[in-house]
């Protein structure tokens, strides 16, 4: 059974920086691409970032320049560094994965920006 575990998340200053992890068991996810997605409270579950099985990345126009995703296949795990966090990327972020047309989610990590 494959299980996605996210962790680092936390209440952080703006402008400050987390690591985000995504440790994967039961499967692993070195040809599949992986995404991070983040929920506002009230709001829809929204793509962050992509990386692919060869390392090509994506972000949405929002966290560019900010946000990196990253992976350790080694590890089977998906990592994603955010600096220079605002108030607007408090959320919970998801990492996921997809296999047969099966959506994988992890239970999410609370990330909250604030002073």
């Known amino acids: 059974q494959v299980q996605l575990v996210e962790s680092g998340g936390g209440l952080v200053q703006p402008g400050g920086s987390l690591r985000l992890s995504c440790a994967a068991s039961g499967r ?6 992986m995404g991070w997605y983040r929920q506002a409270p009230g709001k829809q579950r ?18 560019k320049g900010r946000f990196t995703i990253s992976r350790d296949n080694a590890k089977n ?17 998801y990492c996921n994965f997809n ?8 239970q999410g990590t609370q990330v909250t920006v604030s002073s």
């Open 28 to 33: 692993m996810i070195a040809i599949y691409t």
């Open 46 to 63: 929204d793509l962050v970032a992509t990386i692919s099985s060869l390392g090509n990345t994506n972000y949405v126009a929002s966290v």
């Open 77 to 93: 795990t998906v990592y994603l560094q955010m600096n220079s966090l605002k108030p607007e990327d408090t959320a919970v972020y």
């Open 99 to 106: 296999r047969l047309n099966v959506n994988y989610w992890g």
